[in-house]
């Protein structure tokens, strides 16, 4: 078990090794949920993707307009490991 001390401005700093635990970096978000009895649970927060958010990704990157023929290809060299 880790304890933690709080400051009088009621922060806490988490050591190195839960937060490697937990899987957080540096400018990361921390999600924790209040359960009844008065424990928390702690986790790292990941953000939830929409499709728009990924069609978006890459808008303005190229100029070069691939064909489905092409991006099959691409996807399947890519399963094979051929990338």
């Known amino acids: 078990m880790t304890t933690l001390t709080v400051t009088t401005r ?10 490697q635990h937990l ?3 540096p ?16 986790r ?3 953000p939830s ?4 958010g990924f069609l978006g990704l890459l808008a303005g990157k190229s100029s070069k307009v691939a064909t489905l023929d092409e991006i099959n290809q ?4 890519g399963w094979a490991g051929k990338a």
């Open 74 to 77: 691409a996807a399947s060299d």
């Open 10 to 19: 009621g922060q806490v700093t988490f050591r190195k090794d839960v937060l």
């Open 27 to 42: 400018g990361e978000k921390i999600e924790l949920d209040k359960l009844p009895d008065g424990r928390v649970t702690l």
């Open 49 to 52: 993707g929409s499709i728009d």
């Open 23 to 25: 899987g957080i970096k």
């Open 44 to 46: 790292a927060a990941r």
